[in-house]
């Protein structure tokens, strides 16, 4: 067995250790390394510490370098003030001339303020170490480099690295609820609340600080953007619970956020309106946004759910989306802080009956018209696909198509449609197929992640959002192997141009340490999870497929003949809905070229894409010769032979994963294969029964 | 407009009044009749009352008798403790021997302890009219027989009328929760419980007891038949909430049951099981009795829901129901205490796929061969149909195939799968049916009224329970119309003999007055309504097309791909299940001959069942030449219209009924509209897209 397991929870190195032992420490267990020859590439260095103690983060980034160090070689590190020796050496840019002076004009220019430098200086047996940033933040990201590339052993002989984020913002969002629910949470209750106060637990958060800075996240939403009667009062008589999570969070560079009830001036302020164009309204914003930096001077912003799924907004008062961002975007700008709107607007009232309105088309349809409208501190956050975190659907074509308006992108990671935390769905793959479509919005060659990040149109305020999965659960995200989408999640918002293969090459080291073995086996069960995942639930691009309300298993109707604007349409002959501009809702047209061409026509359309562009008869011919029809039945069946082969997988390693974490992931993966054989069979059978053509194979179906 | 409404509640002829200005006094309301003629029969009779004060119930009925005279007539009887004038005289036998010299022995012959008997001795001027009975409960009985005769205005000239219920138990079954919800309740929150302790309103569980009693009621089950944590301490330590409820139905001639945890042992007593045949478990049991009746010595008994949807029970232990229920019986029996037991029980854990297992087979094949093991003071509750109070089901093969047991029929008054009291839905009509069906368990003419009446077999403890539809809606049924419901039981249980028509006549008379327009409307829309929920929901025997969990509103497939054991089948070519003997689940065997072979063979099956029995392609003819997809669509289209017609029936007595219910119905059937369409287009649309077979007149299918 190459790590210890939780049992190596229990020793004690530092001191520090026990505080964890009621929960996983993810991928900071900094267990012993067996490639102690890495360290020898700087001789004695790792052996000292030069520290120029400064503020909070930077004595936290201290203290997970010792810590780090300590539990991975086994011995601490010994403090010293001398930099003649070899040592390792911790410091903002700034803060000590000496060490300030072992950096060249290059290094200055390259590092931005949130990047980091890790270099060496000098050759052994005097060699020193040197980790620095211009900002405590970008120190701590440094130091969790570092102890990356110890994990993983790579040769630090010479090293000269030096990284910047690629996006500004890097955030989570909490879906949590201050009675300590989760929507759409799979891991157990909230870590944050119990009760309508703060969560006892203090430790526990504070940890999740630091997987979080580890990740390079810094800016958290600490509410559910559906804001309840509660949590309406958090910019209220509550605003305390806030300032201890700010507290909390400061210390690992995370800015504090908060979803807002857009009508709070009549819930909390007693207004007869919440009209964004109300004098009255636009000062008891303003008042309130004072309130809450007297207790929080750091504090990010506002989070937005307006006019969506019967929450409040500005078209309750028929003004439009952009009054209300800068109608709060003018109450938070002298503080500095950011509305972050939301995109997710549409008719959820929507008559099934209803052929011509698409959901699709809602949010260009809400926002398009604004671009140029919003105010510098407003940011639009929008979904990756333009209905709602399916486990396939096109990039919305929103990215792109807004040139004056600064733009996040919105992922869930945790699996609402995707699993639920108790199928193996690794949605990093997933990502990067978002973050890498070329959205041609400055000509070829305009990714997802160039518009994120602010680069194509030269946007200040950008970035991604993710939507956290972890929970009060022993190992934070219910699936133990759902913490690599947590942890993926968070790299890709500092690089969108790291490869899936690379991130997960990253997690599982420092998950499961080096052996190769493992670091196969379990890179292709993460790799290959998100296509068997598809493919047993709803292929070639239909979605909705699921039980309403909570969304975890097959009906196919579920969404069918209801008013949320989700339709497959399927009758006897055919199935998808058209959306092609030339005979159907057109919303095919809100791509640009060639990508509206390329989705018009049936020709060029992605195959994986197919029935969320076009209605297609059961029998029509796919490229892979096969019968639409028949490619359901043959992915069905061939799903849960992968799901299967998932677990024969995971079964090989047996002896080589820790008891706890193997039976754990062992009987999620049971469970899935059983709850692949419920998708395959209601699914089959449903189509099966339909259209009354039989699988070509002659195989089981009901 | 003939009654006055609400308004005329506040009216305070006996200042008794005003406690009811929070409630609807349903069919309690004495308006003043127009029918003063039907007092002149009586000469003088009706201004004087002679009353030989005895016990509650007595004195209640008393009460009753006068402020219902006081509010028809608008003056209140005088007492008179002569009976030598004209008068009303309100005695128990044998409690005055003058009035006991008034009977003849033919009188007490026929007369039974619960019955009541109205007669007019000597002729005006000097008219007496006596009601009597053997018990205080049947005083009352006729007390509110009488009063029924005066709200209609029918003759009482030489009244002879001699009544005794035809069962001996007759129950109401609340599902309400200690925390004050209801199961399956459609009419707000309970009247009982409020937040684990006893409603403070006291009046209104008096005024229920009232209702209770006019329509015969003598037995109450307080709690809902699935007992959680809370519940399971009714008989320990909240066993006062019991007493005072006691206190309460007493006075009213309604001992109170309660449902009981079969797992109570275990949960209360600290025992580590709850085996029936452990002498301790019995021995628990004793003593609890024991316990329940020193607090209250008239208590009746418990109703049991054993081993069914995930309760507790014997299976556990490796028993059967007849240890389990013979157990607690013996425990009850020392107090004369009844044990109802459930006879719910089925497979809730079946696998769709699973085409042998046959939910409606679960009851007989669990208790028909228990037939003469349960003792005296056993009675088995039965539901009406095999399945769960589907909108239309075969009567329940148990009814007539147990000899030597005692037999409940159990009825649904709340409406969960019958429109929720938003349709309007009239029962009687469907329990008429039922008790009229002949199970030809002793040859033909063995109605299920006969069973369930005790006297085919011979059996002691037999009768009727209905689960109630009251909360605490102003109008206490949700639909002021569904009144009629709890109504319509009630007589039902005192005589299967009555017809719908007479019950519903009565219904109206007591709640709309006599207005012929009013009455004949109302008669119309309430004898029709069970038709047409059937037509636009689930015709030909279908059952569970609706959204699971809460049951309301139209999903063909909600229970299709479930663990429920409920399936329709339905295909592109096929619908059904195929339950006949020959070639089917063998169901239709459960029946005695010639139900049997009716329901075998397609040639006599009745075709509102035949979707039940059969397994049919949607192109078999029915007896009407239709074929069943056409018959599918016409119901469906027709439904809608039938009930617009309701709507337009009900709006054509505007002015005629008071504003507040005019309005309150009105509204109502508006939502039934609008609803009914959305059966209609989702029923017609699942069939159409699963046949491609068009409709034959072209009406618009989406």
Known sequence: MTNGGMGSCKRSATGMNEIYKEYDRCWLRYDETRHKNCLSDLGDAVKYLYFNKSGEISRNAYTELIEGITRMTGSRPADTSSLEGPCLVLSVFGMDPKVDSMLIEEDMQSMQVEGFLIKQVNKPPTARLLITSKSERGLLYGVFKFLLLLTQGKSLENIYLLENPKNKLRMINQWDNLDGSIERGYAGRSILYSDNVLAKDRERITFYARLLASIGINGIVLNNVNVHREETRLIDDRIDIVRQLADIFRGYGIRIYLSINFASPIDLGGLSTADPLDMDVADWWKKRADYIYSHIPDFGGFLVKADSEHRPGPYTYGRNHADGANMLAAALKPHGGLVIWRCFVYNCQQDWRDKVTDRAKAAYDNYKYLDGSFDANVILQVKNGPMDFQVREPVSPLFGAMEQTNMMLELQITQEYTGQQRHLCYLVTQWKEILEFDTYATGEGTPVKSIVDGSA???????????????????????????????????????PDLSAEEITLDWIHCSFGNDPVVVDVVSEMLLSSWPIYESYTAPLGIGWMVNPNHHYGPNVDGYEYSRWGTYHKADFQAIGVDRTKVGGTGFTAQYREPNFLRFESLETCPEELVLFFHRLPYTYRLKSGKTVIQHIYDTHFLGVEQAKQLRSKWESLKGRVDTERFGHVLSRLNEQVEHAKEWRDVINSYFYRKTGIPDEKGRTIY
Chains 1, 2 share one sequence.
Do not use: K, P
Request: aromatic share 16%; with cysteine.
């Open 457 to 495: 149109f030269g946007r200040e305020h950008c970035g991604m959002a993710g939507v956290s999965n972890i929970g009060s659960d022993h190992n934070w995200t219910g699936h133990y192997l759902a913490q690599a989408n947590l942890y993926g999640y968070g790299r890709l918002a500092w690089d």
